[in-house]
T-cell receptor, first 114, second 114 residues
């Protein structure tokens, strides 16, 4: 089945700086890669996603890049703000065969230092 | 604007007791999922359903059963609770995931097994 590795597990950046979280996946058939933000005690919330036919997608301060050849994708947050502090999860979906649903990385705790 | 609703929000059980977690969605989604979230482990898929009357195993199905008698409801059962099942359980739903529609999560059920 699919395996998703996420790094780093903790990331501390100064307010206003950029943050980058990286994920790799194992199944070359994976075709959908969402990113979720989870605040303490809350549900995961989708912040951005990318399909396998797209290399990059941007939404204001958030962008995601996908390298299908290398099987990795990254989340980029620019001009970080205190409200960006949360745990971020990447995920991959293979879309058929074996277990359906999403395979998640183990999460990155992003800390924005004032 | 309910989305995905989970009940109960909290529960404490003794080892060997049984219980059922309820997930209800009002978005007419075909797919529904149950995940568990443990510290440092991300979210792991327990079972999922691709439509009314169908269920399938995910990554960590042992010790759980599910039923999807109505399209809007997805039940997760623990027949004989064990301390290893102490976790936060999230339900999610989506349209056909092969069409790459995002999953929407409920608020979670925090379950403790003593």
């Amino acid at each position: 089945g699919e395996n998703v590795e996420q790094h780093p597990s903790t990331l501390s950046v100064q307010e206003g700086d950029s943050a980058v979280i990286k994920c790799t996946y194992s199944d070359s058939a994976s075709n959908y890669f969402p990113w979720y933000k989870q605040e303490l005690g809350k549900r995961p919330q989708l912040i951005i996603d990318i399909r396998s036919n797209v290399g990059e997608k941007k939404d204001q301060r958030i962008a995601v890049t996908l390298n299908k050849t290398a099987k990795h994708f990254s989340l980029h947050i620019t001009e970080t703000q205190p409200e960006d502090s949360a745990v971020y999860f990447c995920a991959a979906h293979t879309g058929g065969g074996g277990a359906d649903g999403l395979t998640f990385g183990k999460g990155t705790h992003l800390i924005i230092q004032p | 604007n309910a989305g995905v609703t989970q009940t109960p929000k909290f529960r404490v059980l003794k080892t060997g007791q049984s219980m059922t977690l309820l997930c209800a969605q009002d978005m007419n989604h075909e797919y529904m999922y149950w995940y568990r979230q443990d510290p440092g482990m991300g979210l792991r898929l327990i079972h999922y359903s691709v439509g009314e009357g169908t269920t399938a195993k995910g990554e960590v199905p042992d010790g759980y059963n599910v039923s999807r008698l109505k399209k809007q409801n997805f039940l997760l059962g623990l027949e004989s609770a064990a301390p290893s099942q102490t976790s936060v359980y999230f339900c999610a739903s989506s349209y056909l995931l092969r069409s790459n529609q995002p999953q929407h999560f409920g608020d979670g059920t925090r379950l403790s097994i003593l």
